[in-house]
C-alpha cells in the first residue's frame, strides 16, 4: 500500500508580481497562517485517517481445522472437492468463511498459508488453490496415522482467493484432535 501527499500550496508565495508587493505585504501574515492552519488540520486528520486505515488492514490471521467432531472423512473423489474447514480456532479480520472454505485477500500483499492434511491409512492429499491455479500439494500414502503439511507464501491482489481442495482419489481424515488444518496470515501489505 502507497499513500502520497504532496502539498503544493507554498508555491504561489514567491510568484506575485513587485507592483503589487505592497498590498501583497499587508494581506500576506494573515493568508499564510490561515494556510498554515488549514494545512495543520488536513495533516492531523490524515494522520488519524491513516492510523485506522493499517490497523483495519493489517490484522489477518485465521487457523481452523475440518471438525470438532469424533471422526470425519473427506473423499475420495474423482474431482477435486473444496475443503470446508468448519472448526474455526481464530480468524482475526474474518477474510476466511467457513461456510465455503475460501480465504479471500482483504489487502494486496504478502501472505503465509499452511496446511496439514491427516491421513488414517491409504491415500491423502490436499492441495492449496490460488483462484482457480493449484499451488502446492500435501501428500502422502500410509498405512496407519499420518499426516503431511505444506506452507507458502503468496502475493494476492484485493479480491484474490485461496482455499484447499482434497486432492483426485485421495481422502482427508479428521477428528476431535484437528488433524487436518488451514491456517494464514498477511505477512505484510504491499
Ligand atoms: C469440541 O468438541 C468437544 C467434544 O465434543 C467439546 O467438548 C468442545 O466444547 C468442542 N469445542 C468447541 C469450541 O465447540
Ligand atoms: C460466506 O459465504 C457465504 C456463501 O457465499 C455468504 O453467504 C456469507 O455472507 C459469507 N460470510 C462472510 C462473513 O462473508
Known sequence: MKISVRFTLLLL????????????????PQDIYAVLRETTASLVQLKADMRLLLTQVR???FSASL?????????P???D???????????????????????????????????????NGGTSGA???????????????????????????????????????????SVVFDNLNHHTTFSGHLLFPM
Do not use: C, H
Open 67 to 75: 471438525v470438532n467432531t469424533s471422526y470425519s472423512v473427506v473423499g
Open 77 to 79: 473423489s474423482a474431482t
Open 59 to 61: 490484522q489477518v490471521a
Open 127 to 169: 492441495v492449496l488453490v490460488k483462484n482457480s491455479a493449484n499451488v502446492f500439494l500435501a501428500y502422502e500414502q500410509v498405512a496407519g496415522f499420518m499426516s503431511s503439511s505444506k506452507a507458502v507464501a503468496l502475493f494476492l491482489e484485493v479480491g484474490d482467493v485461496v482455499f484447499v481442495r482434497v486432492f483426485v482419489n
Open 81 to 119: 472437492i473444496t475443503l470446508i474447514f468448519k472448526f474455526v480456532v481464530t480468524n482475526i479480520g474474518n477474510a476466511y468463511n467457513s461456510t465455503t472454505g475460501v480465504f479471500t485477500a482483504p489487502v494486496r500483499g504478502a501472505y503465509n498459508f499452511e496446511w496439514t492434511v491427516g491421513a
Open 13 to 28: 508565495l514567491g510568484s506575485v508580481p513587485p507592483s503589487e508587493s505592497t498590498d501583497y505585504q499587508q494581506t500576506f
